[in-house]
């Protein structure tokens, strides 16, 4: 298994440019691609805990976060062809999601 390595541009780790796009490696292909739905995953993270005495908002919220989350994997499997990877960066970036609310209040 060779190829050429280059530098990400955006986080400059050092990847196969096979796996890159526009010079940015994978990570920060689909770090990029669901930026937005990142935020707005954190969003309602924060929203269901204000209301967590609310049992039918919370419902609600929950709901509109298992869409946003639906939506982050459809596009990350159009960037990440294999299911596994793909499963795994799904993770990833909820779990970026979810920890967001922390590094936020803390400002
Ligand atoms: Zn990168």
């Not at 890159?20 to 269901?48: F, I």
């Not at 499963?87 to 400002?107: N, W």
Request: net charge positive; charged share 35%; aromatic share 4%.
């Amino acid at each position: 298994m060779s190829g050429i390595l280059v530098f990400c541009k955006e986080c400059g780790k050092q990847v196969p440019s096979s796996e890159t796009r526009d010079g940015r490696c994978l990570d920060c292909q689909v770090r990029k691609s669901v930026a937005d739905l990142r935020d707005e995953h954190a969003r309602l993270w924060r929203k269901r805990e204000r209301y967590r005495t609310s049992q039918a908002n919370v419902g609600q919220i929950a709901r509109q976060i298992a869409r946003v989350e639906d939506r982050m994997g459809q596009r990350i499997k159009e960037l990440v062809p294999n299911e596994r990877q793909a499963v795994d960066y799904l993770k990833r970036e909820l779990e970026a999601a979810r920890g967001q609310r922390y590094t936020i209040k803390g400002v």
